[in-house]
């Protein structure tokens, strides 16, 4: 394979010296080929790949459409069997099958006045009302929201306005491209 006296094209390694030293000598006048070639080949796979994922966006109905930037998405849940209806007119259902309900962030909540933030939840806030401190009372008020969870504290301990959405689950991986944010 290796030509000791010439340098074969074909093969950009040649062997030189003794076949004891073991030493390979690149042909460097082929290296910006070999590095040009396939980072060439990947830009043209990469953007093949895009300009079809911008021609799928555009055909998907704005009734489906994700509501939020992908990187608030907090979470999400498949259901098997479920249905959309139009945003424009409820009664029309413009989806049937398995959907994606997803949840994710909107704006930062504003504390409340004598908010206890330390004592807040994903379902519930305490604002202090009163304190006597005669009796070493302190009296407070709980605002709960049940179902799904309306706050969401992220890892910087930011608390946000949870909302959330249902889109079907083509849609879903098509706008979360690069992510497995289904759990």
Known sequence: MFNSNKQNSS???TETGSSA?????WDKSKLPQAILIPLVIVLIVFGIDYAITQIKLSQIPESLRINTDRKNIIGAQVIPQGKIYD????????????IVKYAYKTEKIQDKPNEVIEKRTKHSRTIKIGEDRKKQTITYQLEVIS???QYY???KGEWYQADYGTTDINTYALETRGGNLIS
């Open 153 to 155: 504290k992220d890892e």
């Open 11 to 13: 093969h950009p390694p």
């Open 21 to 25: 030293e073991g030493r390979m000598v």
């Open 87 to 98: 945003k424009q007119d409820p009664t029309k259902v413009i989806y049937e099958g398995e």
């Open 147 to 149: 179902g799904v969870p």
